[in-house]
């Protein structure tokens, strides 16, 4: 793994680039359930950032590109549009495991965050000049 946290790679290329997130720092089981992987991967020092946590999230879709003020204005528009009758569903998260710049952690059932995803790269679809990566075979 590498570390995120270093000025190079943030906005690296201009930015912003939009991610639309769901913000696990706001539910403390979710904390409590990261500290418990940070003391576990401590050992490591520095070689690993780790995330603050009023940063943790589970990414439903990233932009890998800058967009301008009249991009990001529609992006805003277009989720809401896409995402106003969209009903809560309940995850299970776990297990986790290393990725390039993360801890990974597994969310099930994925059909509830496949369908969000959906309903997110539809909404960015809608923008003109918003292109997005390759859709993944599974989410």
């Known amino acids: 793994m590498e570390n995120f946290f270093v000025p190079g790679k943030i906005w690296k290329g201009g930015g912003p680039y939009p991610h639309v997130l769901i913000l696990l720092s706001e539910y403390s089981e979710f904390r409590e359930y990261a500290r418990a992987h940070r003391d576990l991967l401590a050992e490591y020092g520095e070689k690993l950032g780790a995330i603050p946590e009023e940063w943790l999230h589970s990414t439903v879709q990233g932009i890998h ?14 989720l809401h549009d896409e995402l106003a009758d969209m009903q809560p ?6 297990p986790v495991w290393p990725g390039v710049t993360a801890v990974t952690v597994a969310v099930y059932p994925e059909d509830g965050m496949a369908a969000l995803n959906d309903r997110v790269r539809a909404a960015a679809e809608r923008v003109p000049g918003i292109s997005l990566r390759a859709r993944e075979a599974r989410f």
């Open 65 to 78: 590109h800058s967009v301008d003020a009249g991009q990001m204005n529609q992006l805003r528009g277009t």
């Open 89 to 94: 569903f309940r995850v299970q998260l776990g």
